[in-house]
């Protein structure tokens, strides 16, 4: 019993004493029976807390970590954000699809009953009017849809933690080429399509971005290959690229070189229910108490 | 603050970083990073290790704090479970390569002249060679409670015991430390000490 009393007695105090409430002395004073026992006690651990309170990292560890951190948010913030947008623009274009599909069979059979109508009346031939029918979807749209596929599926694996396997990448620089090639003239392209090209692009520099500095390699190494197509390709296009934060930006041609850019340490985490900690190891404060001597 | 105004301050916090919240999240890395680099240091004794892992949770925190629930736990008992892993971790991988932690030449303390600065090293040596001696759960007590600066309700959710139970660990801790420390060396003499 007086056991179980001295140890709640000197926690207690010590608490007290730790958050600045009152001293080791008045503490003695409150509880002058214990004080034989609890005074040398509450001295050692007065000692062990101020040895410790006086340790404090270097300021320009303190500080870098807080660049390194805030640089990381910064990253998969946007990296969230555009996850977001492309579901949304997934959602929208199923739809905007589906639409579109009746659009163009209603307005086909309207057209043709038109057409007919006043080609009876003009004296003219249906061949002619066909040629001013509603626009054809671009050739770009196919590849473009790949293209988006391709980051989304990434997107999802990078921005859950999931490993990424470099042919994803590999497959990404491809369709990125694929697109180049067909797109002989981006200045000659209508407003909406240069519109859709310039924010695949700019996505994917970002994904990439991303990819590089949270996947361990072979897959940055690739990613950063990537981002050299998609520069090249946005270079060519007269496309501005969106701006990443220094910490977060890794130099392709680093990779031409094969030295790799310094990466910030961010292990990625097992997918884990509730407040599970980001950790792959088994160790839990529980099972590390139990394996205690 | 009262421990209620700063669990308040730390919800409010801590909900503007889940959000994304820049400020915030500077924030909680002005509140926590000290606090976890104190306990890494009292945990592994070497302060290169202690800034490298304390940059570690970090990044670590960045990654799972969607995923973290008040009603699990308070954050900081989150958090230095997620320190407590960082460190079991670096301390297999130093299993696997043979090395010993050891309190490093650079060790930094804060505003403090070469005499302080060696004595602190000093205090700071024995106080973890003997800690080392203490089982595992003791030692745990002391670097949450005195390094980390938890109280005992946090120390017990981070360690998944009852406070009862983390009291009367820290009692036996104490008592081991008095002893040991005090073959070490000459106790230390205070004279009149004023609270913080």
């Known amino acids: 019993m007086k056991a179980r009393r001295l140890d709640e007695v000197l926690d207690e105090c010590l608490s007290a004493y730790l958050e600045g409430r009152r001293s080791v002395d008045e503490s003695l004073s409150l509880y002058p029976a214990l004080r034989n026992e609890l005074e040398p006690l509450l001295w050692t651990a007065v000692e062990v807390a101020d040895t410790f309170s006086e340790s404090s990292p270097p300021e320009h560890v303190a500080e870098h970590g807080r660049?390194?951190?805030?640089?990381?948010?910064?990253?998969?913030q946007r990296a969230k954000l555009l996850t977001y947008d492309l579901n949304f623009g997934q959602r929208l274009g199923e739809l905007a699809r589906r639409r579109r599909r009746l659009l163009i069979v209603a307005a086909f059979a309207i057209g043709l009953a038109v057409a007919g109508t006043i080609a009876a009346r003009l004296e003219i031939t249906p061949d002619e009017t066909s040629q001013e029918a509603a626009s054809v979807p671009s050739p770009l749209t196919p590849v473009v849809g790949g293209l988006r596929d391709a980051q989304q599926q990434l997107w999802r694996r990078a921005n859950q933690g999931v490993d990424v396997a470099p042919e994803m990448i590999l497959a990404l620089a491809r369709t990125t080429t694929v697109l180049d090639s067909e797109v002989t003239d981006f200045s000659a392209l209508d407003s909406q399509a240069r519109l859709e090209l310039e924010r695949a692009i700019a996505d994917q520099?970002?994904?990439?971005?991303?990819?590089?500095?949270?996947?361990?390699?072979?897959t940055a190494p690739e990613a950063r290959r990537a981002l050299g197509v998609t520069q090249q390709v946005a270079q060519s296009w007269g496309i501005d690229l969106p701006q990443v934060p220094p910490a977060a930006s890794a130099s392709p041609a680093s990779a031409v070189d094969g030295t790799a850019p310094s990466q910030p340490s961010s292990p990625t985490p097992s997918p884990s229910p509730g407040n599970e900690t980001p950790s792959g190891d088994a160790a839990t404060p529980q099972s590390d108490a139990n394996s205690s001597p | 603050m009262s421990p209620n105004g700063q669990a308040q301050g730390d919800r409010l916090i801590v909900d503007s970083a889940r959000a994304g919240d820049a400020s915030a999240?500077?924030?909680?890395?002005?509140l926590y990073f000290p606090r976890v680099y104190r306990y890494i240091?009292?945990?592994?004794?070497?302060?290169?290790?202690?800034?490298?892992?304390?940059?570690?949770?970090?990044?670590?925190?960045?990654?799972?704090?969607?995923?973290?629930q008040w009603r699990e736990a308070p954050f900081s008992a989150w958090l230095f479970r997620?320190?407590?892993?960082?460190v079991i971790s670096q301390r297999r991988k130093e299993t696997a390569r043979g090395r010993s932690s050891q309190l490093s030449e650079g060790l930094a303390v804060n505003s403090q002249g070469p005499d302080e600065l060696v004595e602190n090293r000093l205090a700071l040596t024995d106080i973890r060679e003997a800690a080392e001696k203490l089982p595992e759960a003791q030692r745990q007590v002391i670097a949450l409670r005195f390094a980390a600066g938890l109280s005992v309700a946090e120390t017990a959710?981070?360690?998944?015991?009852?406070?009862?139970?983390?009291?009367?660990?820290?009692?036996?801790?104490?008592?081991?430390?008095r002893e040991m420390m005090g073959q070490a060396r000459p106790a230390k003499v205070y004279e009149s000490e004023t609270a913080r």
């Open chain 1, 67 to 76: 660049e390194e951190f805030l640089t990381s948010a910064s990253v998969r």
């Open chain 1, 205 to 218: 520099y970002l994904l990439l971005h991303l990819i590089a500095n949270t996947q361990s390699a072979p």
């Open chain 2, 25 to 30: 999240l500077s924030e909680l890395y002005t």
């Open chain 2, 41 to 68: 240091l009292a945990r592994t004794g070497n302060t290169y290790d202690a800034e490298d892992l304390a940059e570690e949770v970090f990044m670590r925190v960045l990654e799972a704090i969607e995923r973290f």
């Open chain 2, 82 to 86: 997620i320190a407590h892993n960082a």
């Open chain 2, 157 to 177: 959710r981070t360690m998944g015991k009852g406070e009862g139970n983390v009291k009367v660990i820290q009692h036996k801790a104490i008592v081991k430390l």
